[in-house]
């Protein structure tokens, strides 16, 4: 686990932020892109802000590495005010989506580019350059130009450029995007051993789920312009404030309905798709009559050909669709009601051996404690 994200969650915060991001709005014309948006982000963190196209991020990381000004309020990257201070005295760089690389020089001049426009020495420059790229492993490669490179190795060229002249902030722009499954998911860890070993703060805005919650020690979901959650990869999926937010990380299982009552550590929620009243741990405060929604994941429901007794949350229907995705199967079970139900198990037999397959009755069960209910 990062270990920033260990600090975060011990609650020891590195004293002041590093970006401070103060009541910032951004128009295009009349047309809103970024919308009253606060946020705090800490030295050494590495922050994803992660949303679906079109939701803003790319601007806001554009306002934070000072390539456009806001209509509204204040950006300060270590309490240097980003909208009044030249962009090379700014202690930030970014990696562009395209990485953005010089074609017609060596992997050598484009990370050493940025160095000898700040007037360092040429032996300064060539210790600085076989620094980078031992660290980003890419040494035999010193002599080759950008196309000859394979599109992870350009990656690994740009990060080396953007982190030779030692700035206290990267900004990354959708950083994998580029590259396919298995060497984006190998990528992702090594991003994150190194932003460890040099303690710079990450900022990195994508659209890929599981990239920020593998990488990030925080994550900030935004949409229409606006921060919705801030939390851990934890706090955001287990616990999030509102559908929209528990919609677009990872799958989940909506049940709408009313509080019929509450107890000191449950609500009691009747569901018109399960025609019953189930069990939610205490975790929204809803008055009795409220309408509400109630949140499951699939990997928290636990399917059955044998009904489980004493079980509150238990319903039945039937599997009509099964998704094998190697690991892990997903069963589309449909309720006498005609609500489709999600539950995701492991794959623990072969296929040939599993009792619940297609057209099976099964009782689906899950946990007060597994599912989270959000006021409408």
Known sequence: MNRVLLDLENQKVFGDPMIRICDVSKYYGDVPVIQDLDLEIYSREFFSILGGSGCGKTTLLRLLAGLEKPSKGKIYVNDIDVALTPLYQLPINMMFQSYALFPHMTVMNNIAFGLRTQKWSSGAIQARVEEMLDLVHMREFIHRKPSQLSGGQRQRVALARALASSPKVLLLDEPMAALDKKLRERTQFELVN????????????????EEAMTMSSRIGIMEAGRIKQVGTPGEIYEYPNSLSVAKFIGSINVFRGQVTRTSEDYVYVYCPALDQEIEVSYSSSAPVGADVHVTVRPEKIILSVQRLEHSSNLTQGIVTD???LGDVSIYYVTLSSGHVVLATQPNLMRLAERPITWDSQVFLYWRPESSVLLTI
């Open 322 to 324: 099964v998704a094998y």
């Open 194 to 209: 190194i932003q460890e070993q040099l303690g710079i703060t990450f900022v990195v805005v994508t659209h890929d789920q």
